[in-house]
């Protein structure tokens, strides 16, 4: 699943995070852990990251990651108010972390809406005491293509913070 294209990027978020003097945490749902997978990939990433959850479920996404439930029924799952609450409460179970990313969407082939279609993922970021970067995107392709996608722009989203 993790193409080299993938893997470089996650060793240049490593690069980056490590100059920062940064520990990650990420929150993860549709890309089921592969953004940390691609950061554990590297040779020493243990001195930056920190772990990882995996909260498919909206019931993970309320206990481990502390995602309102008001917050789940009224905007959903997939949505980038889910997306920086889950930023914020991988944060909170993490303390040792001082960033994090977050990636909450829908990789397919089912489950899209005309609001909501396969392809659109959320992903918020966050360091410090700086306000949550988070965006929509949607992306083209199959499961793979979308997850591929999704961890890519993650990790891009690591490197800019």
């Known amino acids: 699943m993790l193409d080299d294209d993938t893997l470089a990027l996650a060793a240049r978020a490593l690069d980056t995070l490590?100059?920062?003097?940064h520990?990650?945490?990420?929150?993860?749902?549709c890309t089921g852990g592969l953004v940390a997978a691609a950061l554990t990939a590297?040779?020493?990433s243990s001195d930056v990251?920190?772990?990882?959850?995996?909260?498919?479920?909206?019931?993970?996404k309320e206990t481990i990651l502390i995602v309102g439930?008001?917050?789940l029924a009224r905007k959903g799952a997939v949505s980038e108010e889910t997306a920086v609450?889950?930023?914020?409460?991988?944060?909170?179970?993490?303390p040792n972390a001082t960033i994090a990313v977050s990636l909450t969407g829908i990789a397919g082939p089912a489950g899209g809406t005309d609001a909501k279609p396969v392809g659109t993922v959320c992903i918020a970021c966050l360091s410090g005491t700086n306000a949550p970067h988070v965006e929509t995107c949607h992306f083209?392709?199959?499961r793979a293509a979308i997850r591929q996608a999704a961890v890519r722009r993650?990790?891009?989203?690591?490197?800019?913070?």
């Open 42 to 44: 590297q040779p020493g």
């Open 140 to 142: 083209p392709g199959d």
């Open 69 to 71: 439930g008001t917050t």
């Open 154 to 161: 993650a990790l891009e989203l690591l490197i800019q913070s």
């Open 23 to 29: 520990r990650v945490v990420t929150a993860e749902s």
């Open 18 to 21: 490590r100059a920062r003097k």
């Open 49 to 60: 990251v920190e772990g990882g959850f995996v909260t498919y479920s909206n019931a993970l």
């Open 85 to 94: 609450e889950m930023v914020f409460g991988a944060l909170q179970a993490a």
